[in-house]
């Protein structure tokens, strides 16, 4: 199998700060060969550097969840602390994306600037994008992720259905689910973007969460995924 035939896959978006020209060059490289036009991040205007943003105090319409602002005290680690400016300006920068992909015609691939690609990452990817534009098809696959909650077997070896996970370093999005999440309250209640992910697509486990975003898109996962982190270290975790 070749590459994804550009008319299948509209666009390639690349969530990069402006200052992490080292990044833009890293995923320039693994995206030498890209099959569609590539968008990054860096080259829009918005509130996207957690090292620029004063999270009580974002432009408007943007606004923190105040959930999240509180210790949940759950025993969760990643729930039990208030986000981090640089979580909310990653939320921040895959709302931009998402805008953007739901204006697109297909399919859309959404990559940060660190991940590394497997070596049949555009065959594989090809099977994803035509089983998304058929009826009844997912309406995002997970290239990559953590799972932190049980799922089921995978279906057929190739995708399961994820169960609850972290991960928005690599992620196939179609129009309709673009939308989905743009509309949401994300934008006026910002959570970082790998608690977002999950809750569009199952009962979020946590409580508050699962009645502020419900569940709006169906997903499966690549199974054994297709991208992983570069180690350069986190720009959102400060």
Sequence with gaps: MGPIEPSKLSAI???NLKRRNDRREHIEHVLHDAPAPIHFTSDWDGPFDGAELDIDNLPEPYSI???WKLPFESGQEYWDRPLFPGEAGCTLSHLAVWEHVSE???TCLILEDDVVLAEDFWSRSKSFVAAMETNGGPEMIYLGRSLVGPEPEPKDGVVTEPGYSY???G???TPPAARAFAHSDIATHIIPADEFLPAM??????PDIRMLFPRAVTAFAAKPPLVSHAEMGSDSES
């Design 171 to 173: 992620y196939l999005l």
């Design 104 to 106: 697109q015609a297909t």
């Design 13 to 15: 978006y690349v969530i």
């Design 167 to 169: 991960g928005s370093f």
């Design 65 to 67: 969840y105040e959930g």
């Design 201 to 206: 697509y199952m009962d979020h486990p946590r």
